[in-house]
């Protein structure tokens, strides 16, 4: 059996914690902050995919962790016997003119090329329904590929999972085997040390939860903004992306904009009232990508980093790899997505 550290209980670490423990491996979680005590403990959730063209490594990468999220959260739910809220409910996207309908009928094309048939992207006329962004062409994009989960629920469900194993998130502890480094905006700070320049830097973003129950139907962008229907009947709203700023973890002006964008965008949600608001740091690798691999110069440390806005998208796939890399030495990690892409 293979003894691994995993340092950081953010989405990150405990996923690839989860799959080291499925293989057999002998894994501690250690993160002085507690669980989803960085970015990986927001509100919004929306495991939204890349437009279906112009297609490279990050994009597959992306689509095959996103056909992986439905199996990945049954099993951690069944293991631990918390629901993530993981629900593939499509998503709607309005059009704003003929240009924007034309290419998006384009789109449709590329989208079954390189989608297959494991999702859909078309064009529909905006049905007379409430649940609906305001299309000022008259017609919606839909797609049945993206998702949504909510991230506390979805962190919570991977703990008792870890738990129902035997492993338990603790503030400290002795490295044991491999280290895994999956934390977050300290960790690139670490990493970009005596370094010629900086590997990441962190990103603000505030997001808000509404009182409006629409469990179950698609999930929503329009105005500039992800529009979540959670299971539990609230709505999310978000983001913001804040490269400045004085205080991490405080909402201003700056959220109720967004929150004045979603209702302007969706009538439904007019009304609804603010039940909650959210702020935090994400990481943003230099490269814009995940940022995966072994630690230059520290033998036997590896990094998970950089999640950013897809940080719970690319999960069940970066679990995955990571898994091959640190229990048996396969290095599957994709082009753009190496630790020395960031260098």
């Known amino acids: 059996m293979t003894d691994i550290t995993i340092r950081g209980a953010g989405i990150f670490g405990l ?5 080291c423990v499925q293989r057999g491996a002998r894994v501690q979680v250690i993160d002085p902050h507690g669980t989803g005590a960085g970015s990986s403990g927001g509100i919004v959730g929306a495991l939204a995919p890349h437009v279906p063209e112009n297609w490279n490594p990050k994009k597959a990468f992306q689509l095959e962790s996103l056909l992986m999220a439905e199996a990945f959260w049954s099993e951690v739910s069944a293991a631990g ?6 629900a593939r409910t499509g998503r709607l996207q309005p059009i704003a003119d003929d240009a924007a309908r034309t290419l998006a009928i384009r789109r449709k094309e590329t989208a079954v090329d390189l989608w297959q048939d494991n999702a859909i992207w078309e064009v529909i006329p905006a049905p007379q329904s409430e649940w609906q962004p305001n299309s000022p062409d008259g017609y919606l994009i839909r797609d049945t590929l993206s998702a949504h989960l909510h991230p506390r629920r979805a962190c919570d469900a991977l703990v008792a999972a870890l738990a129902a194993s035997g492993v338990t998130v603790q503030p400290r502890g002795t490295d044991k085997g491999k280290v895994l480094w999956a934390t977050g905006v300290s960790g690139l700070e670490d990493l970009s040390k005596d370094r010629p320049r900086i590997m990441g830097n962190g990103v603000k973003g505030q997001a808000a939860l509404l009182q409006y129950d629409a469990a179950g139907l698609p999930q929503l962008f329009a105005g500039g903004v992800h ?19 004085t205080d991490p973890t405080s909402t201003d002006a700056q959220l109720d904009d967004v929150i ?9 949600l007019q009304d609804a009232p603010v ?3 959210w702020a935090g740091v ?14 230059p110069d520290r033998a036997g440390h590896f990094i998970a980093n950089g999640g950013f806005k897809i940080g719970f998208g690319m999960a069940p796939k970066i ?3 990571m898994a091959d890399l640190l229990l048996e030495g396969t290095d599957t990690i994709p082009e753009g997505f190496r630790v020395e892409d960031n260098l």
Do not use: C, F, Q
């Not at 996923?15 to 799959?19: C, G, L, N, R």
């Not at 999310?236 to 804040?242: F, N, V």
């Open 15 to 19: 996923s690839i914690a989860w799959a």
């Open 81 to 86: 016997g918390k629901e993530a809220g993981y």
């Open 227 to 245: 529009i979540i229907p959670h299971l539990d009947g609230t709505v999310a709203i978000g983001s913001t992306s804040e490269r400045e700023y």
């Open 260 to 268: 004045a964008a979603a209702r302007n965008a969706v009538p439904a």
């Open 275 to 277: 039940i909650a608001r």
């Open 282 to 295: 994400r990481p943003r690798a230099r490269s814009r990508a995940p940022m995966l691999g072994a630690w």
């Open 319 to 321: 679990a995955h790899v």
